[in-house]
């Protein structure tokens, strides 16, 4: 079965910083990746996804995400957060096969900006 | 505007009272799906539904639980007989496309507390 791991439990920066989270997957076929966002008192938002082709996808808000397939890795970046970023990140996971598809997701990180 | 709303937003239940939690979504989608996020731990996968049956479920899902969709709008979450530890968020979740784009969409969720 797949699994997702995001080490960074909580991350603080201040407003302009440069932003890096990683996650990482294991599982040894083709999977989809997806970068999805919580606001306080919001449901989950997707910013970016991976199905194929170019490995860095681009997203909402600025964001962006590179896959590294030799590194099962699906690291979010940020060149300069602002304060609304301020947010819970998670990383998910699909396999390919089946059709239900259901996402397994990482244990996600707290981003908290500072003005 | 959102794809999917869920209702209530908020249940309080004693222990061993049976709920339903609901998920209306906006217009017509092929898969359903129920997680859930207990405080301060990840999202889990509880079950997919497709086509009027259960596509796949996880080992969360047991006999307490169940899924229908009465009137061909309208997707349900049962739990018979509610434990202390089934208090959590629940969140739906659709996708509109059999195959190919593989994005869910996530409703606002429903705060289950067990008392």
């Known amino acids: 079965a797949q699994s997702v791991s995001q080490h960074n439990h909580h991350v603080i920066l201040s407003e302009a910083a440069s932003l890096e989270l990683g996650c990482n997957y294991s599982?040894?076929?083709?999977?989809?990746l997806f970068w999805y966002v919580q606001y306080p008192g919001q449901h989950l938002q997707l910013l970016l996804k991976?199905?194929?082709?170019?490995?860095l996808v681009k997203g909402i808000k600025g964001f962006e995400a590179e896959f590294i397939k030799s590194k099962f890795s699906f690291n979010l970046r940020k060149p300069s957060v602002q304060w609304s970023d301020t947010a819970e990140y998670f990383c998910?996971?699909?396999?390919?096969?089946?059709?239900?598809?259901?996402?397994?997701f990482g244990s996600g990180t707290q981003l908290t900006v500072l003005p | 505007e959102p794809e999917v709303t869920q209702t209530p937003s908020h249940q309080v239940t004693q222990m061993g009272q049976e709920v339903i939690l609901r998920c209306v979504p906006i217009?017509?989608?092929?898969?359903f799906y129920w997680y859930r996020q207990i405080l301060g731990q990840k999202v889990e996968f509880l079950v997919s539904?497709?086509?009027?049956?259960?596509?796949?479920k996880s080992e969360i899902f047991d006999d307490q639980f169940s899924v229908e969709r009465p009137d061909g709008s309208n997707f349900t979450l049962k739990i018979r007989s509610t434990k202390l530890e089934d208090s959590a968020m629940y969140f739906c979740?659709?996708?509109?496309?059999?195959?190919?784009?593989?994005?869910?969409?996530f409703g606002p969720g429903t705060r289950l507390t067990v008392l």
């Open positions: 539904f497709y086509n009027n049956e259960i596509s796949e």
């Open positions: 998910a996971v699909t396999v390919t096969s089946g059709s239900a598809r259901q996402l397994t």
């Open positions: 599982y040894g076929g083709t999977v989809n």
């Open positions: 979740a659709i996708k509109r496309d059999l195959a190919g784009a593989n994005e869910q969409f």
């Open positions: 991976y199905f194929s082709g170019d490995p």
């Open positions: 217009s017509n989608h092929l898969y």
